[in-house]
């Protein structure tokens, strides 16, 4: 049990810092608000109305999004992987370089259907 004193005192840190940052920021904040502060933020842009239904939202947003979940989860292997290559043989390394051949694959194959261009 002693080991896990460590990671419970730093979730204990983490949430404490988490909620004195949003009650001094909501007692200290200022409290003037107009109709320009409410209103969402688009990059300067006058915000439009959106349709009624919500309209369309363009697929490449989530071609996109699934492209940066791909490359997130080859690092989350990649990283212990690569922390323990001495210990684990020449067996690991046949894998993770199938896993890189596979992600590298998926990549090309989003690359050629034009998944990472911007129109």
């Not at 979730?11 to 200022?30: D, E, K, Q």
């Not at 409410?38 to 842009?45: A, K, P, R, W």
């Not at 989860?73 to 323990?84: C, D, G, N, R, S």
């Amino acid at each position: 049990m002693r080991l896990y004193v460590p990671i419970l005192v730093l979730a204990v840190l983490a949430a404490g810092f988490a909620i004195f940052s949003v009650t001094f920021g909501a007692l200290a904040g200022p409290k003037r608000w107009n109709k320009a502060k409410l209103e969402s933020y688009e990059c300067g842009i006058e915000p439009t109305p959106a349709p009624l239904g919500g309209g369309k939202v363009p697929i490449k947003y989530y071609l996109t999004a699934m492209l940066f979940i791909v490359f997130d989860i080859e690092i989350v292997f990649l990283y212990p992987w690569a922390v323990t290559f001495n210990k684990l043989g020449a067996f690991a390394l046949v894998e993770m370089v199938a896993f890189v051949v596979a992600v590298l694959i998926a990549y090309a194959y989003v690359w050629r259907r034009g998944g990472l261009d911007w129109d």
